[in-house]
């Protein structure tokens, strides 16, 4: 079945309001969490059971889910200079890529100072199908899905770079946008343990904060991804900082500080791949 994802700032409510049909009854609601940014590879036909449009609330999973794309720091070492941290994972383990995507293992800065590798996204027992890969920053806080994550269990995400899609003659161009002075970008993020398939083991997840866009992601997208400064890395990761501050860590990094470039892409023999 194709994969979709549902924007839930679009408005999920839970419950279907319609009337129950007959063969919906014992379907498990999805909650009242409006902090969720995406569902990533939910079915059309679940959507449909809760009472989604599938015209106006659900698209293809392709290229412009929101903050649904980055690219790895290729050099890892620079991360690690940078935040006084150790790599611990093993590197044969892990590849740099210049198209990651959800549901994949990337390298995330964790509050001990280890860079540790975690999936990407979460998919909370209420959750039949897809994964939760973004977190609405103004309301992580006070959503139960995020909230204790968001107090104590917040990680950097090391990228070099995120895209976002903005539409051009009935195309979907793709934008890459970078931070001005530095290869690395920090994207503020929270993780959780939750148990595999089948429930033997525990892995690490994470889902990436977002915030409302500065000026220059605003006429691409209507979010952005809350990125650090590297001054403010300690701060977020310490789970002692206030929690006014950590809120205010998470206000869209100034438009001067970053840079943008169209980048488009092509099919190739295995699929899209950049085009520089």
Not at 62 to 84: I, T
Not at 95 to 122: C, H, I, M, N
Not at 172 to 177: A, D, P, Q
Not at 208 to 216: E, F, G, K, S
């Amino acid at each position: 079945m194709m994969a979709y994802f549902k924007t839930v700032t679009e408005g999920l409510t839970g419950q279907a309001e319609r009337p129950a049909r007959p063969e919906l009854r014992g379907h498990t609601p999805y909650p009242r969490d409006k902090a969720c940014e995406l569902v990533i590879g939910a079915p059309r036909r679940l959507q449909v059971e809760r009472g989604f449009s599938p015209r106006a609330d659900t698209l293809p999973m392709q290229g412009n889910a929101m903050c649904g794309r980055y690219d790895s720091l290729a050099d890892l070492n620079v991360a690690a200079d940078a935040f006084a941290a150790e790599l611990s994972f093993d590197r044969t383990s892990w590849t740099a890529t210049s198209d990651v995507r959800p549901t994949t293992r990337q390298p995330v800065l964790l509050a001990d100072k280890t860079v540790v590798l975690a999936r990407w996204g979460w998919k909370p027992i209420w959750m039949k199908s897809g994964v939760l890969i973004n977190s609405k920053s103004e309301e992580a806080a006070t959503k139960r899905t995020f909230s204790k994550a968001f107090a104590t269990r917040r990680c950097v995400v090391i990228a070099s770079a995120f895209y976002e899609w903005r539409s051009e003659a009935g195309k979907k161009i793709r934008v890459r946008f970078t931070l001005r002075g530095t290869p690395c970008v920090a994207m503020a993020g929270i993780w959780a343990d939750e148990a595999t398939e089948g429930g033997a083991e525990q892995e690490r997840k994470f889902v990436i904060m977002t915030t409302r866009p500065n000026a220059l992601v605003e006429p691409v997208h209507n979010r952005m991804p809350v990125l650090l400064k590297h001054q403010q890395v300690g701060e977020w990761l310490n789970p002692q900082t206030p929690a006014e501050h950590v809120t205010a860590l998470c206000d869209p990094i100034a438009a001067s500080a970053m840079e943008s470039i169209d980048a488009p892409e092509v099919k190739g023999p295995k699929g899209r791949i950049s085009v520089a």
